[in-house]
């Protein structure tokens, strides 16, 4: 809002009128999409992917992860992993 120049608030509800979501809300799902992009790499750890996508830690990371999908991310990798070698 300081860089445009523009009321803090005044901003927050321009962005919930265009986006449906808060910036926070928005910077998570941008975050987790993020993520789940990475679980692709089998060689980047889960704690690599957290700190990579702006998490302080691991747990963070889970609890935002488990939130949105329902299922841990180790869980959500070894599912995509398994949906890829089946075809």
Same mark, same amino acid.
């Given at each position: 809002?300081?860089? =445009?120049?523009?009321?803090? =608030?005044?901003?927050?509800?321009?962005? =919930?009128?265009?986006?449906?979501?808060?910036?926070?809300?928005?910077?998570?799902?941008?975050?987790?999409?993020?993520?789940?992009?990475?679980?692709?790499?089998?060689?980047?750890?889960?704690?690599?992917?957290?700190?990579?996508?702006?998490?302080?830690? =691991? +747990?963070?990371? +889970?609890?935002?992860?488990?939130?949105?999908?329902?299922?841990?991310?180790?869980?959500?990798?070894?599912?995509?992993?398994?949906?890829?070698?089946?075809?």
């Amino acid at each position: 809002a300081e860089i =445009v120049g523009i009321n803090r =608030v005044y901003l927050h509800k321009l962005f =919930v009128k265009n986006t449906g979501i808060g910036p926070a809300r928005y910077l998570m799902e941008c975050r987790l999409k993020k993520a789940e992009t990475l679980m692709e790499h089998e060689e980047l750890s889960l704690g690599d992917i957290a700190l990579s996508t702006g998490f302080y830690d =691991v +747990s963070h990371f +889970s609890k935002a992860f488990t939130s949105k999908h329902g299922i841990s991310p180790g869980k959500y990798r070894l599912n995509k992993k398994e949906e890829k070698e089946r075809g």
